[in-house]
């Protein structure tokens, strides 16, 4: 089946710094979500992306919908505490019939 | 964003009872929703597919009459977990798909079930 593959799996950073993390798959997609979970709850939706190529951002973050279809990355600038958490990827289209297909996750640690 | 919600957020149960968990859309209409569960520091794992006015997909490995699904309306959801055990004991989280995509989940913030 399909796999995604999230990198790094986790992240130690200093407050202010800028952040990247990345997801590739062997397949297609037709769109890129990126998630981000707090301990103990439901993850939130940061950014959606619907078309190859198309950088949206969002605050501080932003994200990028590969031209191949089998990537996408997330940034985050000047970071903050509060961006403490776990963030997912997720492919959805292709072969799978609006389900997602998830990253293993990028765990983010910053340090005031 | 669209919200959902689920309740309870935590439940504790003996071993043999049966548990159930809402899921709710509350400002949007979800002919889809979906439940996961997701182990300490682990990805989602997608369990079911639940349809509006039919039977849920459940996936491969998922037993359907452990683990039951109503979709009874397009705001909610139900995953009923029946002779609960402590393996059983995990986050279950539900998701809507937005209906103006095909493809993007708002989360509800999870259930924490404990089987003792």
């Known amino acids: 089946g399909q796999q995604l593959n999230q990198s790094p799996q986790s992240m130690f950073i200093q407050e202010g710094e800028d952040v990247s993390m990345n997801c590739t798959s062997s397949s297609i997609f037709n769109t890129w979500l990126w998630y981000k979970q707090d301990p103990g709850e439901g993850p939130v939706l940061l950014i959606a992306l619907y078309k190859a190529g198309e950088l949206t951002s969002n605050g501080r973050l932003t994200a990028q919908f590969g031209i191949t279809r089998k990537d996408s990355f997330l940034n985050i600038s000047a970071s903050i505490p509060s961006d403490v958490g776990i963030y997912f990827c997720?492919?959805?289209?292709?072969?799978?019939?609006?389900?997602?297909?998830f990253g293993q996750g990028t765990i983010l640690t910053v340090h005031p | 964003g669209a919200v959902v919600s689920q309740h309870p957020s935590r439940v504790i149960c003996k071993s043999g009872t049966s548990v159930k968990i809402e899921c709710r859309s509350l400002d949007f209409q979800a002919t889809t929703m979906f439940w996961y569960r997701q182990f300490p520091k682990q990805s989602l794992m997608l369990m079911a597919t639940s349809n509006e006015g039919s039977k849920a997909t459940y996936e491969q490995g998922v037993e359907k009459d452990k683990f039951l699904i109503n979709h009874a309306s397009l705001t909610l959801s139900t995953l009923t977990v029946t002779s609960a055990h402590p393996e059983d004991s995990s986050f279950y989280i539900c998701?809507?798909?937005?209906?103006?995509?095909?493809?993007?989940?708002?989360f509800g913030p999870g259930t924490r079930l404990t089987v003792l």
């Open positions: 998701s809507a798909r937005d209906p103006a995509s095909s493809s993007t989940q708002y």
């Open positions: 997720a492919g959805a289209g292709g072969t799978s019939y609006g389900k997602l297909t």
